[in-house]
Nanobody, 124 residues
Framework: QVQLEESGGGLVQAGGSLRLSCATS????????MGWFRQAPGKEREFVAG????????DYADFVKGRFTISRDNARSTVYLQMNSLKPEDTAIYSC?????????????????WGQGTQVTVSS
């Protein structure tokens, strides 16, 4: 069983930055593809960014391209999401997820393990 724990959320003004972290348990983190998703009140959970197990490939939702960066540190079993130029519409609970196959799919059903999420609130 893999456990994921997010941190780094909080309240920030529009235009500000936050860095989310997702620490994972287990010794085979380097074999997992990782993704970040978010869910705003009353909305479906949506894909934000993904990174393949090697870290060599990444994918982003159009609405975060150029503003967010996903990265991973396999030695620390941690994946990060650097969020810059935040907008009020980025307000949501952000969750990380792990795919045992090593992929970075855009669909939540492709992921096997999920964290509890961390709240990000962007004020205008």
């Amino acid at each position: 069983q893999v456990q994921l724990e997010e941190s780094g959320g909080g309240l920030v003004q529009a235009g500000g930055s936050l860095r989310l972290s997702c620490a994972t348990s287990g010794r085979i983190f380097s074999s997992y593809g990782m993704g970040w998703f978010r869910q705003a009140p009353g909305k479906e959970r949506e894909f934000v960014a993904g990174i393949a197990r090697s870290g060599g490939s990444t994918d982003y939702a159009d609405f975060v391209k150029g503003r967010f960066t996903i990265s991973r540190d396999n030695a620390r079993s941690t994946v990060y999401l650097q969020m810059n130029s935040l907008k009020p519409e980025d307000t949501a609970i952000y969750s990380c997820a792990a795919d045992r196959r090593g992929y970075m799919g855009r669909h939540r059903d492709e992921y096997d393990y999920w964290g509890q999420g961390t709240q990000v609130t962007v004020s205008s």
